[in-house]
């Protein structure tokens, strides 16, 4: 199987890393990382650089598409050749799927109208102007479209797809391999059960990265 | 705070991305990524690059010392001089960490002599090699030394790192920022929770990168 996870300037890491981690251990699966121009990407803190090995033309017909998202995800929306290669994808792929923003790429590519889809927590209601449902979930299957809420979230959507492609034990298997017991300290990673004024801050700023 | 997060060939990502996604983070923090030679660092996989910004002479005292695992940790425990610079780095820093097989760096380099420390789930024996007691734990603290299981832990030792250096509060805006609200769909992430046969399987194959 072929994955093709686009990158673009101002991407957020973990969305991206979290599902190749998990895809790229399946045998016989080829990840690429494209960009409508290869090299280099600065995710959005600055302080990282993911490479794209491959511009998008190189791969045309991938079996899986993962378009991560992030601040970046702003000037993806109007990428035009990074829209035109998604549609293209996804009339071959067996799944298109995003992480976080990234699913406002598809959509801005016109790959949700009348879909269910989710995003990261705050942008939800942004869904809307590309004619999707949003939907408060981690996790979001509508038909071969699949989409994940914030960041982390990449890396349970990736497990979930695994055992759709290639069944329940593989699935394990690769949550052995990377150790996913996940033990977070706090119970304070969603807007329903982080305490009231922290959930309060975000939708008062409204963003993202903390500065 | 600076947080010097080491790259290496043949390195897992993910731990070091998932780190770099909480630490990079908190306010007024610069996230340097570091290595012997700087440019970019081929992961274990093959299919991805990450680049090392900075040679490590460029970073002599960071406050945070991150040294993530994968198959190259066999290589960098020989690194004469990333085992020097990561002697030199803990004589100054706040804390100094691993995730996976990073420990097995840190306890080459003379770091982990008769501290508690942790380390992949398969990898745990080798610590003994160092001097180490190994503890089947997801994130161990002895002094000022932090260190995680197996890939994935490391996002939920940065969060544990991040409340002892700054509160409580927040490590769980963060937690909300990166959506950490895990939901894997098996429960499969340990040897313990794992189907036996699994679990064997691995014990048996005692590697870490399916193929």
Do not use: N
């Amino acid at each position: 199987m072929h994955v093709a996870i686009v990158l673009f300037d101002r991407l957020t890491a973990l969305d991206a890393v979290g599902p190749y981690e998990v895809l790229g251990q399946v045998p016989g699966t080829t990840v690429t990382f494209v960009a409508t121009e290869p090299g280099p990407k600065r995710t959005d803190t600055g302080f990282l650089s993911l490479v794209a090995d491959a511009a998008l033309d190189e791969v045309p017909e991938p079996d899986v598409v993962l378009v991560p998202g992030g601040p970046g995800q702003v000037q993806a929306e109007q990428d035009g050749a990074l829209l035109e290669w998604l549609r293209a994808a996804d009339a071959t792929s067996s799944w298109t799927t995003s992480v976080c923003t990234g699913s406002l790429v598809l959509g801005a590519a016109g790959l949700l109208r009348g879909k269910r889809a989710t995003t990261y927590w705050l942008a939800l209601e942004e869904l809307r102007r590309h004619g999707a449902e949003p939907v408060a979930e981690r996790v979001v299957v509508d038909a071969k479209v699949m989409t994940a809420a914030g960041v982390s979230s990449g890396i349970d959507m990736a497990l979930a797809l695994v055992a759709r492609m290639h069944g329940d034990e593989l699935a394990q298997m690769i949550q052995l391999g990377i150790e996913y017991d996940p033990q977070p300290p706090f119970d304070a990673g969603s807007p329903a059960k982080a305490p009231e004024h922290i959930t309060g801050w975000f939708r008062a700023h409204s963003r993202f990265v903390l500065d």
